[in-house]
């Protein structure tokens, strides 16, 4: 059955690569009949994926710091209908291999689907970079291993056609120039037989010096792609450990500088990038899965499978509910069912191939972008023995301080063969909201800050 879908996703692929050249026809489609990701405006025939209605706006009454979720105008909408155990098979068609496997196999778990809303939008002058963008602007360098040209914040490549040029797409989405969030936790549920969570937690920041009103060319930011801060105050051993990482748009690999607090050193790590585990969390986070994917795809090669209608998650304020408990959410066996909202929405399916002469615990991995945000919502993970290995999902919702734009944070990483799960990047019991900066002249949003020299300074008590 699988080979049989594959082959029809590819036939639909040949015929979207080759209608969509960057033609100065195909560029002037951009707001009308395509948005400006490239994506058709129109909805689909059985009419189950509306029209693209463009930037979402909140309800009266929101400002920055109140639960977006009771702000947004479809709060009210309830599921259409919910996707277990039971009829999963019926839904198969619109969704993966490894939410079909996960959906089977984790008792009480459930997928409620929602009408779907195609609510991003970008402000007009991210419009007018894409534009450029898709005259010709932007370019990939030898490989597709580095931007050799583009004007940013925008999408590189409405028109994509090839996979690392949706990559690029995805590595670039516009979420301000900086983000800030006053605690997130990073937690692995226990291990078998256990009920103990590893879940530290403390502040962090991104920054992305290339995200400021304008049109800035990856030249003028030093080709500084994005740097995160973060530190550990609980619990008790990890408090005090920071860490700073920089990637790169160009071929330079990542920089990352930990602060150990007994030993009141810094230390650079030389490979913290890949599938390198995350520093203590018994190596059940490799770093290269943050946000579905994280850092250069320079050790796969990446291929347009093509494009289908699929259930992903969308919308999903309650990944956002700052003022729920913890564990409330993250429950023992998965996220709760309640938190988390599914939409049927187009989205490009691209495939990752292990290079040779290299090598990476999961060899393939099955991606899936949507079309009107190029974000990686949903990806399959395959392990040396082509065997399905784990499922992420990416859950975005509408940043209204950023003029619409759909943006992600929280994840989740599910283990096929042991049931364990990460879930990072949430606000989830905290008790603040994460903060979008469109512009600031905070230093921690500066490349300055970003330095061995600085982590020392800020990080020794």
């Known amino acids: 059955m699988m080979k049989r879908v594959l082959i029809v996703i590819t036939f639909i692929a040949a015929a979207a690569v080759t209608a969509w050249g960057a033609s100065p026809q195909e560029v002037a489609r951009l707001g009308k009949d395509l948005n400006y990701a490239g994506a058709e405006k129109a909805g689909n025939k059985e009419g189950t994926i509306p029209a693209w209605d463009g930037k979402d706006v909140p309800l009266a009454g929101w400002s920055q710091g109140k639960y977006r979720g009771d702000y947004w105008k479809f709060k009210d909408e309830k599921p259409l209908f919910s996707i277990d155990a039971s009829n ?25 689907v929602y009408p779907t809303h195609r609510n991003a939008g970008y402000p007009d002058w991210i419009e007018a970079n894409i534009r450029k963008n ?116 160009d071929t330079r690999d990542r920089e990352s500088f930990f602060y150990f607090p007994g030993q009141r050193r810094v230390r650079r790590l030389p490979s913290y990038a890949n599938d390198a585990p995350q520093i203590g969390f018994e190596n059940q986070y490799p770093i290269d899965t943050a946000w579905v994917y994280m850092g250069k795809g320079d050790r ?128 989830i019991g905290v008790g603040k909201d994460v903060h979008f900066y469109a512009d600031s002249n905070d230093p921690r949003f500066k490349s300055g800050w970003f330095t061995a020299e600085n982590l020392r300074s800020v990080s020794e008590r």
């Not at 996960?102 to 459930?110: A, D, I, L, P, S």
């Not at 090669?301 to 729920?324: A, L, T």
Request: glycine share 8%; aromatic share 14%.
């Open 134 to 249: 898709a005259e010709g602007g932007a370019k990939l360098g030898k490989g597709g291993e580095s931007v050799a040209d583009a004007n940013l914040p925008g999408i590189l490549f409405p028109f994509p056609t090839s996979g690392v040029e949706i990559l690029w797409n995805f590595l670039e989405r516009y979420k301000g120039v900086g983000v800030e969030f006053p605690r997130t936790t990073t937690a692995v549920s226990p291990r078998p037989g256990s009920t103990e969570w590893l879940d530290p937690s403390g502040p962090q920041h991104t920054f992305y010096p290339w995200a400021k009103k304008g049109s800035t060319h990856p030249s003028q930011v030093n080709n500084l792609n994005m740097c995160i801060d973060f530190g550990y105050d609980t619990p008790a051993a990890l408090a005090g450990q920071r860490i700073f990482i920089c990637d790169y748009t």
């Open 300 to 427: 796969y090669d990446w291929k347009i499978v093509g494009k289908k209608e699929m259930y992903v998650p969308y919308n999903s304020f309650g990944m956002y509910d700052f003022r729920k408990k913890l564990h409330d959410v993250l429950q023992l066996k998965h996220l709760a069912n309640e938190n988390r909202r599914y939409e049927l929405h187009r989205v490009w399916v691209v495939e990752a191939t292990l290079k040779k002469g290299v090598r990476h615990t999961m060899p393939k991995r099955i991606f899936y972008f949507d079309e009107d945000t190029y974000l990686a919502l949903v990806g399959d993970m395959y392990d040396a023995n082509g065997g399905l290995w784990k499922l992420e999902e990416n859950y975005p919702i509408p940043i209204w301080e950023l003029g619409g734009t759909v943006a992600d944070f929280p994840f989740v990483m599910y283990d096929l063969a042991t049931g364990r799960y990460v879930c990072d990047q949430s606000s």
């Open 88 to 112: 999963v098979d019926k839904y198969k068609d619109k969704l993966s291999p490894a939410q079909i496997q996960w959906v089977k196999q984790t008792k009480g778990y459930r997928m409620d």
